[in-house]
C-alpha cells in the first residue's frame, strides 16, 4: 500500500464512527466558536479594558480551580467504564460513575471555600480590589458547575450519545451567554452583572444535562444498583490512574490560564486584558482536537481491553490527520492575519494584542497536529511518563513565565505559553514512540504533513512580507487552507468516513475519484 491511498475501512468501522461522531461534535464546536467569538468581541467592546481584565483573571483564576475540582476524573471514567462494560463487570462500572460524581462535587465545593477565603490575597493586585474579590467569589460558583459537567461530558461520550453533549455544550451554553451579553451591551456595563450570567448559564447547561442523564443511567441499571447497593466502587483502582494524571489537568490549565494570573501579578490588568482577548481564538485549534479527543478516548479503550494494536494505530493516526487539516485554516489566519483579524473584532486599542495571536496560534497548531498524545498514553495507563512530562512542562511554563513577562510583559506570557506547548507534545511523541504500540509518526500521513508544510512555506512568507491588501491575504489564506484539504484528502479517507459528501456538487470536487461514483 503507498503512502498516499487510504486504509481500507471494514463495514461497522469503529473509526469511521469516530470520525462520524467526533465531527458532530466538531461541528456543535464550530456553531459555539461562532458564537463565542460573537460573546467575546461584545465583552471586549462593551467593557473597559480594566474591567475585562479584572473578568478575564476571574475566568483564568476559575479555569485552575475547575482542573483540580475536577481530579482527572472524567479520563479515568472514559477509561475504565468501557473496559468494565467489555468485561461484563458491571457493578464496577456503575460504582465508578457513582463515585466520580461524588468526588468532583466535593472538591468544587471545597475550591469555591477556598476562593472566597483567600480573594483579597488573589486579588491584591488589582487598583479596583473590591470589585475584583466580587466578581471572582461569583465567578467561583462555576468550578464546581463546569467540572460536573465535564464529567458527564465523559459520560455521554461513553455511551456514544455525541447529540446530547453537541446540545448541552455547543448550542445551549453559548446561546444563553450570548443573550446576558446581549443584555449587558444594551443596558449598563456592569462586570457583576456579567458574572452572575455566565454562573447562570452553566447552572442551566448541568440541569439539562441532569434531565438527560437520569434514563441513560436507568438504561444502564445504575439506578437499580444504587438502590440494592449492588454497586462496586474501584476506588483504589480508579484513583491510582487519575491522581497522577491531574498533572495533566493542572499543566494544560496553568500553560492557557496561569500566564494570564501571572501577568495580573506581575503586570497589569490592562496586560491581562490584552492576552485573553486573543486566547480564545488561538485556542480554537485545540477545541477541534478535544472534539475529536471526547469520542476517542472511549473506542480507544475498548480497542486497547482487545488488543487490536493496528486498529487502535489507524485510530490515533486518522484522528491526528483529521484535527491537523481542520486547524489549518485558523493556524494561517492567525498568523497571517493576525493584526487586520485583532483590530476587526476588539478595535485599535487592543491592535498591540496581535503578535500575541501569531505567537499563540504556533503553539495551539503543534499541539493539534501531534493529536491525541497524551490521551493516547493515558489509556495505556503510561501513568508515571505522563505525570514526568507533565512535571516538566508546568515547572517550565512557570519558570519561563517568571523570567519572560518582567521583560515584555503580555509578549512573554504569549512566548512562555506557546514554547511550553511545544516542549510538551515533544516529550509526549517520544512516549508514544517508547511506551505504545502505536507508530510515533506514521509514513501514510507523509502527505497531510507534507502539505501543510510546503504550503506553509509558500503562503506565510507571502502574508507576513509582502505587505499586500488585506483582501489579498484573506486569499492567499483561503487558497492555502484548500490546498492543504485537497493534498491531503486521500490520506482524510473523506469518502469513507461520509459517503453523503459526494451527492454535494461543490464539496464532491474535494473527493478521490473513486469515492465520487
Known amino acids: 500500500m503507498s503512502a498516499e ?63 483540580v475540582a475536577a481530579f482527572g476524573l472524567r479520563r479515568g471514567v472514559s477509561r475504565f467504564v468501557p473496559i468494565f462494560e467489555e468485561r461484563g463487570e458491571d457493578a464496577k462500572a456503575a460504582g465508578t460513575l457513582v463515585f466520580a460524581a461524588a468526588t ?37 460558583a462555576l468550578v464546581p458547575l463546569q467540572a460536573l459537567s465535564n464529567l458527564l461530558d465523559g459520560v455521554f461520550a461513553i455511551h456514544t450519545r455525541p447529540r446530547v453533549i453537541a446540545l448541552r455544550k455547543y448550542v445551549l451554553t453559548p446561546v444563553m451567554r450570548l443573550a446576558v451579553v446581549g443584555l449587558l ?3 449598563s456595563s456592569n462586570v457583576e452583572l456579567l458574572a452572575v450570567g455566565y454562573v447562570a448559564t452553566g447552572a442551566a447547561g448541568l440541569v439539562l444535562y441532569g434531565l438527560l442523564l437520569i434514563p441513560l443511567l436507568g438504561e444502564r441499571g445504575v439506578w437499580r444498583r444504587i ?14 490512574f487519575t491522581v497522577p494524571l491531574l498533572t495533566n489537568d493542572i499543566t494544560h490549565a496553568l500553560m492557557n490560564a496561569g500566564s494570564a494570573v501571572l501577568l495580573g501579578v506581575l503586570a497589569t490588568a490592562d496586560d491581562v486584558a490584552e492576552l485573553r482577548a486573543v486566547v480564545p481564538l488561538a485556542m480554537t485549534m485545540t477545541y477541534v ?60 486599542r487592543y491592535a498591540s494584542a496581535a503578535p500575541l495571536l501569531a505567537i499563540l496560534a504556533v503553539g495551539h497548531f503543534v499541539t493539534a497536529a501531534a493529536g491525541p498524545n497524551g490521551t493516547l498514553l493515558g489509556v495505556f495507563g503510561e501513568v508515571r511518563y505522563i505525570v514526568a512530562t507533565n512535571a516538566v512542562a508546568a515547572a517550565a511554563s512557570v519558570a519561563l513565565s517568571l523570567l519572560l513577562i518582567p521583560r515584555w510583559d503580555a509578549l512573554g506570557a504569549a512566548l512562555a505559553t506557546s514554547l511550553t506547548f511545544v516542549l510538551l507534545n515533544a516529550g509526549l511523541q517520544v512516549g508514544l514512540a517508547r511506551h505504545t504500540y502505536v507508530l510515533a509518526a506514521d509514513r501514510s500521513t507523509a502527505v497531510v504533513y507534507g502539505s501543510v508544510a510546503a504550503v506553509s512555506a ?60
Do not use: C
Open 5 to 67: 491511498e487510504p486504509p481500507q475501512q471494514p463495514a461497522n468501522d469503529p473509526t469511521r464512527a469516530q470520525l462520524r461522531g467526533s465531527t458532530l461534535l466538531l461541528a456543535g464546536q464550530a456553531f459555539a466558536l461562532v458564537v463565542g467569538l460573537i460573546i467575546q468581541v461584545l465583552i471586549v467592546r462593551v467593557l473597559s479594558k480594566a474591567d475585562y481584565g479584572v473578568f478575564a483573571y476571574a475566568l483564568s483564576v476559575v479555569m485552575l480551580g475547575e482542573a
Open 104 to 140: 468532583v462535587l466535593s472538591l468544587g465545593l471545597a475550591v469555591v471555600l477556598v476562593i472566597v477565603g483567600l480573594r483579597q490575597v488573589i486579588t491584591a493586585s488589582f487598583p479596583a480590589e473590591v470589585e475584583a474579590a466580587t466578581v471572582l467569589v461569583l465567578m467561583s
Open 185 to 187: 451591551a444594551l443596558g
Open 227 to 240: 438502590r440494592h447497593r449492588g454497586l462496586a466502587v474501584p476506588a483504589r483502582e480508579l484513583l491510582g
Open 289 to 348: 482536537l478535544s472534539s475529536f479527543g471526547l469520542l476517542f478516548v472511549p473506542l480507544a479503550a475498548r480497542l486497547y481491553a482487545r488488543g487490536d494494536a493496528g486498529e487502535l494505530n489507524r485510530l490515533y493516526w486518522q484522528t491526528a490527520t483529521w484535527t491537523t487539516v481542520l486547524s489549518y485554516p485558523i493556524f494561517i489566519v492567525s498568523i497571517g492575519l493576525a493584526e487586520p483579524l485583532t483590530v476587526l473584532l476588539f478595535g485599535e
Open 458 to 517: 509558500v503562503a506565510l512568507p507571502l502574508l507576513l512580507l509582502a505587505s499586500l491588501p488585506v483582501a489579498a491575504d484573506a486569499a492567499i489564506a483561503a487558497l492555502a487552507a484548500i490546498a492543504v484539504l485537497a493534498l491531503g484528502r486521500r490520506r482524510l479517507s473523506l469518502g469513507d468516513a461520509f459517503p453523503e459528501l459526494a451527492r454535494v456538487p461543490a464539496v464532491r470536487l474535494l473527493l478521490p475519484a473513486e469515492a465520487r461514483r
